[in-house]
Structure formats: C-alpha cells, structure tokens
C-alpha cells in the first residue's frame, strides 16, 4: 500500500514565498505611488505657475494694447492689422481670469497626452530623451502650442494664428518639460508594456501549477521527474 506523499513542508514554503513577494510587491507600489504623487504634486504646482503667467501676460497685453492704439504707429499698425485688431478687442472684453484658466488647462491636456503618446511609441526615446532639457522643451513646446493654437481657433473664432500662438506660447513652455517627465515615470513604452504582461502571464501560470501540483499531491513525484531528467 503507497503512502500519501507528505505535501505539507512544500506548502508551507510556497505559503511563505507567495506571503514574502506579496510583501515586496507592496513595498515597490507604496514606493512607485508616492514618486507618482510626488511628480503630480510638481506638475500641479507648474500647472498654478502658467496659469498666473497667463494671466499676468494678457493683463499686460492688454495695457500695452491700449497704450499702442493711442500712438501714430499703433494706429498705423490697425489700419494694416484689422483682424489682429479685431482679435484683441474681443480677448479683452472676455472674463480674462476664465479665459487664462481655460488656456492654461488647454495647454496641459495637450501636453500630457502628446507627451504620453510620444512615450508609449518610442517617439519621446529618440526626440526627447536623447536631447538637452532646453532643446527638447523647444522642440516639443513648439508643437504643443501650434495644437494648442489650432484648438483655441477651433473654439473661439475670433482667435487668429498669431493670437492662439501669443497666448499658448508661454504655458506650452512651462509645462512641457515636468508633462513629459511624469509621462516617462507612468506610461510604459510599448515593448516594455508587452514584456511585462507576458512576465506577468508567465509568473501567474507557474504559481498556479506549482500550487495545483501541490494541491493533488503530484509535488514530490514531479521533483522526482525533473530530476530524472536533467544529466548527470
């Protein structure tokens, strides 16, 4: 009569490994969470920053602009600008604390998922990362305010070129760099995406095999088995 193979020392070794990854996964995401939190927290702080900037620009802008019509070359300037002319009267007969809101979110979303989608496809290695922090926030910043440009004329008809691009100019700049740095701490780029599922996959078949084997008493026999087969 063969005895039940005794399961419970290999139990209680997969019990205690499945318990110490489970802690030490814990720990790299207690770990992982608070840099996240701590790059949102500075992208917010620069998100309140190109909002103030914003809102200081088009309060100048708007002295200025009252300042220049009242001189022979501002009013020079109108006669061969009317559309820019037209544009800036009607900027500032707008709410300009809820505009520069508006701009400044604007110009954050755009840059969080143009930075997440040049991430996720490779784009941000070679075009980004590989650059100087200054050429990089150029280059990337100059993007950022033509799409943002194109969105405000989208949404506000009385916004020229010129105008959209005055008005993002400064927030695409100031955001730019902290969107991409927190993109690059949370958005995987592809290959490395595929390769940690597959891991994933891997590690979730093995411990439920193993945990099976041990649950149908097959442990011991399938040491024995590998055994037998490696070499000498």
Request: glycine share 6%; proline share 3%.
């Amino acid at each position: 009569m063969s005895e039940k193979p005794d399961i419970s020392i290999s139990s209680r070794t997969l019990a205690l490994r499945m318990k110490t990854g489970f802690v030490s996964a814990c720990d790299a995401c207690g770990r992982f969470a608070n840099r996240v939190w701590d790059e949102a927290v500075r992208t917010l702080m620069l998100f309140f920053l190109a909002f103030a900037a914003e809102l200081v620009l088009a309060y100048g802008i708007k002295a200025y602009w009252h300042i220049l019509i009242d001189t022979q070359v501002g009013r020079m300037y109108i006669a061969g600008h009317r559309q820019v002319h037209w544009a800036m009267m009607t900027l500032f007969s707008q709410k300009l604390l809820v505009f520069c809101l508006e701009v400044a979110v604007m110009v954050l979303v755009i840059s969080l998922l143009a930075a997440a989608a040049a991430e996720f496809s490779l784009v941000a290695r070679f075009l980004y990362h590989s650059m100087s922090p200054l050429a990089g926030t150029l280059v990337w910043g100059a993007a950022i305010m033509g799409a943002a440009s194109w969105r405000l004329m989208e949404t506000h008809y009385w916004i020229n070129l010129e105008v959209g691009v005055l008005l993002t100019a400064l927030p695409a700049l100031i955001l730019c760099q902290r969107c991409f740095d927190l993109s690059h701490l949370v958005v995987p780029e592809f290959p490395v995406l595929l390769g940690r599922i597959r891991d994933a996959a891997s590690l979730v078949a093995r411990v439920l095999a193993r945990g099976l084997a041990l649950l149908m008493g097959d442990e011991p026999a399938a040491g024995r088995a590998r055994a037998s087969r490696e070499p000498d």
